[in-house]
Structures are given as C-alpha cells and as structure tokens.
C-alpha cells in the first residue's frame, strides 16, 4: 500500500496545500502575536522576560517533534526499504535544525535576565546542543557522500543513536538538579500553566507547526524533483 | 501602553530580539527554500526542452510529475 504513494499523485495535492497554508499563514500569525506581546499577561516573578517563552518553547518542541519523526521513518526505512521516508527525512532535517538551533538562541536570551548568565552547563541546554549536532550530522552526511543508499543507510543509523538522546531531553529537568525550570505541560496531561498564557502558547506552537508545514512541502517538492532530475535518462 | 510594549518594563531588549531572531531566521529560511524549489523547476524544464522532441514526448507520456512542473512553469514565465 505504501508503494502505491508515488510522488505523481501527490504532486498536486502539494501545491494545493501550499496554497492553502499561504492563505492561512499571516492571519494567524497576526492573531498569535497581538496574544503574546500585548493581551497574556506577565509572569508575578519573571515579568515580561516570559514572553519570550512564546518563541522558546514552541521551537524546542518542533525541534524534538521533527527528530522523532525522523527516528520512526528511518526505523521504518530500514523495515520496509520505502526509499520516500529518506526523502521525507532529508527534507524534515533543516526544519528540525532551525528551530534546534532557535531553542538553544532564545534560551540564551531568556537566561541571560532570568538566572544571569547566558549559558549555563544545564542537563536540558547541552541534551539541547547534542541534538543540533545530530541534525548537523544527519545533513552534512547526506551533502557529502555522494551514493544514495549508503548515505540513507549511514544517516539513518545516525538518526537512531542519536534518538537515545530524545528522553534525556524530555527528563533532564527532572533526573537533575537544573537551573532549567521543570516541564509546565507534562504528558500526563498535568498543566500548570495559567489559561491567559496557555493560549498564546498553543496559537504560537500552531504558528511555527504551519511554517514548518510550509517549509516541509517546498523541500519534499525540491527533493522529488532532485530525484527525478537524476532519473530522466531512465524514463 | 506602547510604550510599554517596546521596552517591556526594562527587558525589552532580550524579548524583542528573540521574536526579531526567530521571526528574521524564519524569513531568510522561507526565501532561500522558495528560490531553491524555483531554480529546481528552472533547471528540470530546461533540461526537458533540450531532449530531442521524440524523448521529450516519451518522458512526459510516462511522468505526470515532469508535465505538471512544466505547466508551473509556464504559470511562472
């Protein structure tokens, strides 16, 4: 069933949501910053340096969202051999290592007026930097060796040793003493945050979930034609 | 109230600046994706025009992805 996902019927199911997610993007947007910056309320300790929350988190729980889709279609790849979930993967990588890297920036910025310093030797901060590490190998793998499905199969392998590093990210507030504060949203469904700053959160998280959408299908697209750019001789 | 807003009671500096980072990165990132996709398609049509007409019919008979990128294309041009 899987094989019959060829890249011709879903080609213009692409542009279609493009085009739907263009339409959508900026009203959104709009409404999820008037919440952040002007109607959630600040924090009684932290005060307005809470706000940047709204850029944080979302961009920690991308980064970790993308590497574990990553971890389950290389899983999958090396079960199935379905040569689309490496395409996938390549085309997830880069959204991963942004928004990785935009965590670990904006981090920096929040504790720097928070606990005074800008980096910290912090369980979450450095779990945080070995999974950026693992994003830059999984692409630098990929950009420099040249056979396909060695550099698949060495990527892969890559994204499933470094997958030991996803739990230590989720728990490391909570195996350590950190200067990182413990999860407000537990997977439990516990919430210990206020409704006033949970919704500008989720609008935020909803936000950066489009744009990556956005930037996902513009990259899967570019990688199909890559492929069969390759492949034209052949048909 | 604005300005309130702009210097968010003395940390203005630190919050603007992760929204201004965040949201610039994003930007640079949309545009450099959409360019790359573009030169893509650009490069594929091309290199379908330079087949010899018999082959170019061929490739476009079997792939229904090359006939839509080249019907985008077009919409471009």
């Given at each position: 069933?899987?094989?019959?996902?060829?890249?011709?019927?879903?080609?213009?199911?692409?542009?279609?949501?493009?085009?739907?997610?263009?339409?959508?993007?900026?009203?959104?947007?709009?409404?999820?910053?008037?919440?952040?910056?002007?109607?959630?309320?600040?924090?009684?300790?932290?005060?307005?340096?809470?706000?940047?929350?709204?850029?944080?988190?979302?961009?920690?729980?991308?980064?970790?969202?993308?590497?574990?889709?990553?971890?389950?279609?290389?899983?999958?790849?090396?079960?199935?051999?379905?040569?689309?979930?490496?395409?996938?993967?390549k085309s997830i990588a880069p959204i991963g290592l942004t928004?990785?890297?935009?965590?670990?920036?904006?981090?920096?910025?929040?504790?720097?007026?928070?606990?005074?310093?800008?980096?910290?030797?912090?369980?979450?901060?450095?779990?945080?930097?070995?999974?950026?590490?693992?994003y830059?190998?999984?692409i630098?793998?990929?950009?420099?060796?040249?056979?396909?499905?060695?550099?698949?199969?060495?990527?892969?392998?890559?994204?499933?040793?470094?997958?030991?590093?996803?739990?230590?990210?989720?728990?490391?507030?909570?195996?350590?003493?950190?200067?990182?504060?413990?999860?407000?949203?537990?997977?439990?469904?516990?919430?210990?945050?206020?409704?006033?700053?949970?919704?500008?959160?989720?609008?935020?998280?909803?936000?950066?979930?489009?744009?990556?959408?956005?930037i996902?299908?513009?990259k899967?697209?570019?990688?199909?034609?890559?492929?069969?750019?390759?492949?034209?001789?052949?048909? | 109230?604005?300005?309130?807003?702009?210097?968010?009671?003395?940390?203005?500096?630190?919050?603007?600046?992760?929204?201004?980072?965040?949201?610039?990165?994003?930007?640079?990132i949309?545009?450099?994706t959409?360019?790359?996709?573009?030169?893509?398609?650009?490069?594929?049509?091309?290199?379908?025009?330079?087949?010899?007409?018999?082959?170019?019919?061929?490739?476009?008979?079997?792939?229904?992805?090359?006939?839509?990128?080249?019907?985008?294309?077009?919409?471009?041009?």
């Open positions: 069933m899987l094989n019959n996902f060829s890249h011709n019927n879903i080609f213009f199911v692409i542009s279609k949501l493009i085009s739907f997610i263009n339409s959508i993007f900026f009203p959104i947007l709009l409404i999820s910053l008037t919440f952040a910056i002007v109607l959630s309320p600040p924090d009684y300790l932290q005060g307005d340096t809470v706000r940047i929350m709204y850029v944080h988190v979302p961009s920690a729980w991308v980064g970790l969202a993308c590497y574990s889709v990553m971890f389950l279609l290389s899983v999958c790849s090396f079960i199935f051999k379905i040569k689309n979930f490496s395409i996938i993967n928004f990785t890297c935009l965590a670990i920036v904006t981090g920096s910025l929040w504790g720097r007026p928070t606990w005074g310093t800008w980096l910290a030797w912090d369980a979450r901060l450095i779990s945080m930097l070995v999974l950026m590490f693992f830059l190998l999984y630098l793998i990929n950009k420099f060796i040249s056979d396909d499905s060695f550099s698949n199969k060495v990527s892969s392998i890559v994204i499933i040793i470094g997958s030991i590093n996803i739990p230590i990210i989720r728990y490391s507030v909570d195996w350590w003493n950190t200067l990182h504060q413990g999860s407000s949203i537990k997977i439990d469904g516990t919430i210990l945050i206020d409704k006033s700053m949970l919704v500008p959160l989720l609008l935020m998280l909803l936000v950066f979930l489009l744009y990556s959408a956005l996902f299908l513009m899967y697209k570019t990688e199909i034609i890559k492929v069969k750019k390759k492949n034209i001789n052949r048909l | 109230m604005i300005s309130e807003i702009i210097t968010m009671n003395g940390y203005g500096l630190y919050v603007w600046l992760s929204f201004g980072i965040t949201f610039l990165i994003c930007a640079i949309f545009f450099y959409k360019k790359t996709l573009k030169k893509y398609e650009r490069e594929l049509a091309t290199e379908i025009n330079k087949l010899p007409s018999e082959t170019r019919i061929k490739v476009l008979e079997k792939s229904k992805l090359i006939n839509q990128i080249l019907v985008s294309q077009k919409k471009i041009i």
